[in-house]
């Protein structure tokens, strides 16, 4: 099935056979139940990027079938989130009509919030000048009666922000509601709803293991920052510039005091703990203070290189979320020779797709 054609009604199935799928893919290892988190069945994708096509006065949205790659037409998009589903349309509308904003536009890229906003990107194979600025700027005042919306311009060493390149996003956890600066062009989790139960299901896993939290790979602090009450402190590692300057920011719009961010990779962070490199980004943070008997790790899609895995494993408790079974499975293969998994979950954040994501809670043998 597409990912652009979806079918509601068959979706119960479809998560049915991905339950089967990761059981058979983990049945050599000894391992709970397994959790199961259904999706929405529609408007469930708070991002999505489109190729846009011309064809004489026309213009629209399309995506490329990924088993021929033709292109698919797009007009109602089921997955995308009320307020994605609800612009596009409107916003072809307004760009088949506007000579100057579709003048060698090839992509929108449409990021939004179970809060309500969104921001557009569109993407031009031209420099954007005045002329474009000022019909843009008139495009959002238009919208705006019906949109919180905010736009960006890009074009090649080219991006024009008319007043900001984020969105505010609010998650509700356990009935606790924070803040979350999402960034155009930075990882954020597509799937709103799953992603606050993801976060929900990682708190109830460790809430009582005490002490410190250890977080690889903390993206703009969407771990982090919610599970910062229930433990003393947490550390946490990510290598983006722009996803720690959001998680900065989080951490002080969310008033949590017992977060920080070192901007490094795993693979240097992990050299740092073993004493073999000095970092200049460690200055100030005495390492052997953190008292961390859990790990959080979410890394991507290739999983764990040895060096983390051998270092994920010298803890007691660990929080694997994966977006790759297979990288998972063999990272699993190493990881259950010092640990048993207490819970084993699935979380399909892409219905409609292949796609699996797990999370694994694990603990020290004794």
């Not at 990924?66 to 007009?75: A, F, G, N």
């Amino acid at each position: 099935m597409s990912f652009s054609q979806i079918e509601p009604n068959r979706y119960d199935q479809l998560l049915a056979d991905k339950c089967e799928s990761i059981k058979a893919n983990f049945c050599e290892l000894t391992m709970p139940p397994v959790e199961v988190f259904a999706s929405d069945k529609t408007h469930y994708r708070l991002r999505a990027e489109f190729r846009v096509w011309h064809e004489g006065e026309d213009l629209y949205h399309i995506m490329f079938d990924p088993t021929d790659k033709s292109k698919i037409r797009i007009e109602n998009w089921l997955p995308g989130s009320t307020t994605i589903y609800q612009l596009m349309p409107i916003l072809i509308e307004k760009l088949k009509a506007s000579p100057k904003l579709r003048q060698k536009l090839f992509q929108i890229d449409y990021l939004s919030t179970l809060s309500g906003e969104i921001l557009v990107s569109l993407l031009y194979h031209r420099q954007l000048d005045e002329q474009w600025e000022t019909q843009i700027k008139q495009l959002k005042q238009d919208l705006s009666e019906q949109f919180k919306i905010d736009f960006v311009g890009r074009a090649r060493k080219q991006k024009i922000i008319l007043d900001r390149d984020y969105v505010n996003e609010q998650l509700t956890i356990h009935g606790r509601k924070l803040e979350y600066q999402q960034v155009e062009n930075s990882f954020t989790q597509p799937n709103g709803t799953m992603n606050q139960q993801m976060i929900e299901w990682a708190i109830d896993a460790s809430k009582d293991n005490g002490g410190d939290l250890l977080e690889l790979y903390c993206g703009n602090g969407n771990f982090s920052i919610a599970m910062a009450a229930h433990f003393d402190r947490v550390l946490a590692t990510e290598i983006a510039k722009s996803s720690v300057n959001s998680a900065q920011h989080n951490i002080a719009v969310n008033k949590i005091d017992n977060v920080t961010i070192i901007r490094m990779s795993s693979e240097d962070f992990t050299e740092a703990l073993k004493g073999e490199r000095q970092f200049r980004r460690l200055e100030g943070i005495d390492l052997s203070s953190y008292n961390c008997q859990t790990i959080l790790v979410d890394p991507p899609r290739s999983g764990l290189d040895k060096d983390t895995e051998a270092m994920v494993a010298g803890y007691d408790n660990i929080i694997y979320i994966s977006c790759n079974p297979n990288t998972l499975k063999d990272n699993l293969d190493v990881l259950c020779k010092t640990h048993k998994v207490e819970k084993f979950a699935m979380f399909d954040q892409f219905p409609y797709t292949d796609h699996m994501e797990c999370g694994v809670y694990l603990t020290r043998l004794s």
